[in-house]
């Protein structure tokens, strides 16, 4: 049996990763007190194999009851259940405009006397402990629906038996990347955006792509950093990581950074290893 807990920041978009996980044959139950996962777990068990897969939402919604929830964790993975933790995140400036847009309460909107920005501040204080247990973080302030159900897709569907490698390319300009385990600044190498033909291509052409690698200190880097990536790998799945996020960055995140990440995520894929790589801003203006 396969069990996964939701939980993250109010707006952060739990709702919709429920919706996913339900399309791929999660049975999900949203707001559940912590307390109450070790019963559901002994029932679920007794189906016969009918339920499965299980995905609960637990949030700050429970109150008091939410802080139980380290403790329920310790005690299934105790009693060898196969668990992981979904951690949503969201930048600050996102969660209030997604409140301000859907015109709800934070749940912490009484004890933060109405002041929406201090609400998630007590909540991301609260958050803190479980977010450094999380096997699996997204940050969804600048992912779309489509990148946001993509991720889900990558998690959750094939073997989890291995860690999954997500390898991203950003543009500082439109904001560092935040759940980046491994981020790396390519804004040091010649930037095609300055050479005419080259300027409104991205590094998924050809061009671009062999501009990029036709340094020397691009060919050097490109090798310092898969060795250590390399290197890195071994060290995280032998403690047990689930999730390794690699970003590159540069300014428009349009040339270099695409580059890159298209070519350390070749070189994963021609190893072995389960890939996904996305651009986040190789469309932005």
């Known amino acids: 049996?396969?069990?996964?807990?939701?939980t993250g920041m109010s707006g952060s978009g739990k709702s919709s990763a429920v919706n996913v996980l339900e399309d791929i044959g999660y049975y999900c139950v949203d707001n559940m007190p912590p307390e109450l996962i070790p019963k559901f777990a002994n029932i679920c068990s007794q189906s016969d194999g009918k339920i499965d897969?299980?995905?609960f939402v637990v949030d700050i919604r429970g109150g008091d009851l939410f802080l139980k929830l380290?403790?329920?964790v310790k005690q299934l993975q105790g009693e060898g259940v196969s668990l992981k933790i979904l951690f949503l995140d969201s930048s600050d400036d996102v969660i209030v405009r997604r409140y301000k847009e859907t015109r709800r309460k934070h749940p912490l909107d009484e004890v933060s006397y109405g002041n929406i920005r201090k609400a998630i501040e007590t909540e991301r204080e609260i958050l803190r402990p479980i977010?450094?247990?999380a096997d699996f973080y997204i940050d969804t302030s600048r992912s779309s629906t489509a990148q946001?159900?993509?991720r889900l897709y990558s998690i959750f569907l094939g073997n989890n038996e291995f860690m999954h490698i997500d390898v991203?390319?950003?543009g500082f300009k439109f904001g560092a990347m935040s759940e980046g385990d491994l981020v790396f600044d390519v804004r040091c190498l010649p930037n095609p955006f300055?050479?005419?033909?080259l300027k409104n291509k991205t590094g998924l052409d050809k061009d671009v792509y062999d501009y990029v690698l036709s340094f020397d200190e691009a060919k050097v880097l490109l090798g310092k950093l898969t060795d250590?990536?390399?290197?890195l790998i071994p060290l995280y799945e032998k403690e047990g990581k689930s999730q390794l996020v690699i970003a590159f960055g540069c300014t428009g995140g349009k040339h270099r950074s695409v580059t890159f990440a298209e070519a350390v995520a070749e070189h994963l894929r021609k190893q072995g290893h389960r890939i996904r790589i996305t651009h986040r801003d190789i469309n932005n203006q």
């Open 228 to 231: 250590l990536i390399d290197y």
């Open 194 to 197: 300055y050479v005419p033909e």
């Open 148 to 150: 946001f159900k993509e």
């Open 131 to 133: 977010k450094a247990q």
């Open 1 to 6: 049996m396969q069990f996964v807990i939701i």
């Open 53 to 55: 897969k299980v995905a």
């Open 70 to 72: 380290q403790d329920t």
């Open 168 to 170: 991203q390319s950003f």
